[in-house]
């Protein structure tokens, strides 16, 4: 986790959070755990911005089992199987874009995502600046300006 939190801590440089969204699987939440636990924004558990369910390393877990095992998070958003199996790039590419109008809904505008490679390279390509754009390295903390246009700076 020293490697996570160095680079947060290199992406962030300066940057205060208002609040934290974080995809359910396990692997993001244990992520936030671990390398963001210094942060006190509210952290807010969206479905949205999962990992693109094509295979059962990617699929999720019932609700019940993340309460138990989470209990510092807030699960009410979430239905009790939130992921989707057999999911294609086109659902991925329109999830991407529903995430993307929820952000410009939220009133914070200083928001941590904490999700999956190829759902965040979906969300990345929706401007055409970035639309050869390859992918994050593992656990890779990239700061993003969204702006008003829709497009990504």
């Known amino acids: 986790s020293s490697g996570i ?45 999962r990992e693109q369910g094509d295979f059962p390393c990617d699929y999720g877990r019932p609700k019940t089992e993340l309460e138990k095992e989470f209990p510092e998070y807030n699960f009410s958003g979430i239905k009790e199987i ?14 991407a874009k529903e995430f993307k109008s929820y952000l410009f809904s939220l009133p914070q505008q200083r928001i941590v995502v904490v999700s999956h490679g ?7 390509r929706l401007t055409e600046r970035y639309s050869s754009f390859r992918s994050f390295k593992n656990c890779e903390a990239v700061k993003v300006r969204l702006q008003e246009d829709g497009d990504l700076e």
């Open 5 to 49: 939190n160095a680079e947060y801590g290199r992406a962030r440089s300066g940057f205060i959070p208002e609040l934290v969204v974080v995809s359910p699987m396990t692997r993001t939440l244990l992520t936030h755990r671990h390398a963001l636990a210094e942060v006190t924004c509210p952290v807010k558990v969206s479905a949205l911005p």
């Open 82 to 95: 939130w992921w989707s199996e057999g999911e294609t790039q086109g659902q991925v590419n329109q999830r």
């Open 118 to 124: 190829v759902f965040l390279k979906s969300l990345v």
